[in-house]
């Protein structure tokens, strides 16, 4: 019996532990996890248990920091190897060293794209000594007197940047030394990201913080998921949130990445509000600290980029055209003195189109070439003396050009029958049933300017004013023309059709003005007019006065982003080597940035990496679609932790590659294969994802032999297609040799006797 009985141990004699003891375990285990929990880290792609936390989940050895030391100095020498090469205009250099001159001169200029990366630049050239006098006007013309390597160098450096950021952003993710390693080697031998990053270019910051963006998410994550509101877990958040303001201040673009970290915050507050152990409390400290960190954030980084933007470019500039006067008004040099509230017959006014930024109704002594060969009416967006206009009284007797100075002062009304002379050539505004030079169609005429002096002009001079509306501040601006406060139009009477304007250009005989006609079917919005100053030699001295409203910052801030938006969406011309977005996974063309002395720059991605990232995507896809099928069937994939944590990983990636290139094919301008790098980057991340999950099973020494043979494909592409990123001299041979896909049009070479 006592064989198989087992006597209880007499329990422990009642007592308090004195202060002194040592607990039976002093060292408790708080990352234990039972199956749930495995589970529930697995679906957030983090490891199921963790031995001590290392801030934002990046558990690296000191070796993999001298690891990361040396991918660097290799990053760096990829990037900056002839860095001075070539010494002339590179691309878009044209653009954004011009943006860079303007910034230094302080001359107001309009670009479709934020304000940051160019500040950036500009900081850089204006340090070492960049007087802002270079006009970057064309292609390879050879800098003279510009820092352009110092302003080379912050693109540069920022791509460099961008490699460890990879490195670290997959360790965050969990996956392994080998596949971060292969990850940082892929992007820094990845041709295009070479080529783009050594220019005075946007896409190298604009995807250094794509990436930094994408790191400190994923750190969030993980501290998130770990103990949330822990001081390193605002930090992450708040980096997170500045990183978004400075990806979406570089480009607009970057809103492609907001919409990533966006919906990674939405199923974030979805799951917890779905937990029934989180409070109601709890949830919404959650819902306000993503609010502050992810929105408040980065919309005041964004703002005050702007902040500087206006502050720096106070001078009038060559991008005042595009802003309304009232902007324009608050630019040095473009500041109006007080003039004449009243409009009368007689008066000396100049008059503007309320609706394409506001050009002048302009008009000079030279004549269409064809059609009435009459003098030529155009609209102008700068001040000039062309822009004069006397407006009469049609009705009077005799001739109205003098009449008016006889007799006392009346107002121009509603429904007035007026004249209008050019003060400078004695010209009347007229039209007649003649087509324009350019719209050439039935229902718009030219406008033309007609007559001589002394020649009280026909009816054809003629036109009905039509007030459309006043201020509501002043009562009398819709019963009369008051001097910036009536909008109104302008009705011929012999042909039915008003005054008109629209952003069509003339050509090259008359400067490239923007053309006017009388349209019988105009737009309303085009066809609306309001007068800017009025004189009258007659008025008191005391007569009422008025002047523009000048806008505060956000009024300035709120008209700029309308007028990028617009500028953006006007970009629809053709360019030799634009291409569409279904053409960018294949790497189908490249761009050609630079020719000179026989030799080329041509934006070309290294193919292996490039196809291999758009076979991990597709395979992906394939893959993750299999795994719905499946579990419709009544499969159970997805109660395997290890599919979880991959599909979870992968499935970040995937979205944030689908975001940074699907809305492209939304988009009717000018695309270029540059636009793809930021979803090239996540599709790269994406591959060595892929393969850290392929290569799961083997032994780490056999998963290193495939990473090495990989990577040496990656760097005999590289090599390979080398000459096309540096500009360096090959042979002819070798450059049809090149051509793997025959839209791959670059077609420099030396000959094979001057390359020997």
Not at 90 to 109: C, N, P
Not at 638 to 645: A, S
């Amino acid at each position: 019996m006592s064989g198989s009985v087992r006597v209880r141990r007499q329990p422990s004699p009642p007592g308090k532990l004195s202060s002194t003891s040592a607990p039976r375990f002093p060292h408790p285990r708080h990352d234990h996890l039972d199956a749930d929990q495995r589970r529930e880290a697995a679906s957030k792609g983090l490891r199921p248990g963790r031995k001590a936390h290392a801030t934002g989940g990046l558990n690296l050895s000191p070796a993999e920091w001298k690891l990361l030391v040396v991918v660097l100095l290799v990053a760096s020498a990829v990037r900056l190897f002839r860095i001075s090469q070539p010494n002339s205009v590179v691309f878009d250099e044209v653009h954004f060293g011009k943006f860079a001159s303007r910034y230094i001169k302080s001359a107001y200029f309009v670009d479709v794209h934020p304000p940051l990366a160019k500040l950036l630049i500009t900081l850089a050239g204006w340090l070492f000594g960049y007087d802002g006098n270079f006009d970057f006007k064309d292609i390879a013309k050879v800098y003279e007197n510009v820092p352009y390597v110092a302003m080379r160098m912050v693109p540069a450096l920022m791509g460099i940047a961008t490699i460890p950021l990879a490195y670290l952003t997959l360790r965050a993710l969990d996956c392994r030394v080998t596949t971060a390693l292969l990850a940082s080697l892929f992007i820094t031998f990845e041709n295009g990201l070479i080529t783009q990053s050594r220019h005075i270019l946007l896409d190298s910051p604009l995807i250094f913080f794509t990436a930094l963006t994408t790191f400190a998410w994923t750190a969030f994550c993980n501290e998130d998921h770990y103990e949330p509101f822990t001081e390193s877990w605002w930090i992450w958040l708040i980096m997170t949130g500045l990183s978004l303001g400075a990806v979406v201040s570089c480009k607009w673009v970057g809103l492609f990445t907001i919409a990533t970290i966006g919906l990674g915050t939405l199923k974030q507050l979805w799951t917890l509000l779905g937990d029934t152990r989180v409070p109601a409390r709890l949830w919404v400290k959650h819902f306000v600290a993503r609010a502050i960190c992810l929105i408040v954030i980065p919309s005041i980084f964004y703002m005050s980029m702007f902040g500087i933007h206006f502050l720096i470019l106070s001078n009038s500039g060559e991008g005042d055209g595009f802003m309304s006067s009232e902007f324009q008004h608050t630019l040095r040099g473009r500041g109006m003195a007080d003039t004449y509230a009243d409009v009368a017959f007689g008066s000396e006014i100049t008059i503007r189109h309320v609706n394409t930024q506001g050009g002048y109704l302009h008009s000079h002594p030279h004549s269409y070439p064809g059609g009435s060969k009459q003098q030529q009416i155009t609209l102008y967006p700068h001040r000039d003396t062309n822009n004069d206009w006397r407006i009469v009284n049609a009705t009077a007797p005799g001739d109205p050009y003098t009449a008016w100075m006889d007799d006392p002062i009346a107002y121009v009304t509603n429904g007035a029958r007026v004249k209008l002379r050019h003060v400078q050539t004695d010209k009347s505004l007229h039209s007649h049933d003649i087509r324009p030079p350019v719209s050439d169609v039935d229902f718009q005429n030219e406008v033309s300017g007609y007559g001589i002096p002394g020649y009280a002009g026909d009816a054809n001079d003629d036109w009905i004013v039509e007030i459309y509306k006043g201020d509501k501040r002043d009562k009398e601006s819709s019963k009369r023309l008051r001097t910036l406060r009536t909008q109104f139009r302008l009705r011929h009477p012999m042909t039915g059709c008003y005054l008109f304007s629209h952003k069509v250009k003339l050509p090259e005989w008359a400067y490239e003005q923007q053309e006017v006609t009388c349209n019988k079917q105009a737009v309303l919005a085009n066809s609306l007019w309001y007068i800017e100053t009025s004189t009258h030699p007659n008025f008191p001295a005391d007569a009422p006065k008025v002047n523009y409203k000048l806008p505060g910052f956000f009024a300035k801030f709120w008209e700029l982003q309308k007028v990028m938006w617009t500028t953006n969406a006007g970009l629809t011309d053709r360019h030799t080597y634009d291409s569409r977005p279904d053409a960018w996974p294949r790497l189908r063309r490249g761009i050609n940035f630079w020719v000179k002395d026989h030799r080329q720059i041509y934006l070309l991605g290294n193919p292996m990496v490039w196809w291999l990232s758009t076979a991990a995507v597709f395979a992906y896809a394939a893959v993750r679609g299999l795994l719905v099928l499946r579990a419709k069937r009544g499969y159970r994939d997805f109660d395997n932790t290890k599919v979880v944590k991959y599909d979870t990983l992968c499935g970040f990636l995937f979205i944030g590659w689908a975001l940074h290139y699907l809305p492209f094919f939304l988009m009717a301008r000018q695309l270029f294969l540059h636009h793809y790098l930021p979803a090239l980057y996540f599709a790269i991340l994406l591959s060595c994802t892929v393969f850290d999950l392929v290569t799961s099973t083997l032994r780490p020494r056999v998963r290193l032999q495939i990473a090495a043979v990989l990577l040496l494909i990656a760097v005999w592409n590289y090599s390979y297609f080398s000459p096309l990123a540096y500009g360096l001299p090959w042979t002819k041979a070798k450059c049809n040799k090149a051509k793997w896909l025959k839209h791959w049009d670059f077609s420099w070479w030396v000959s094979d006797a001057k390359s020997s």
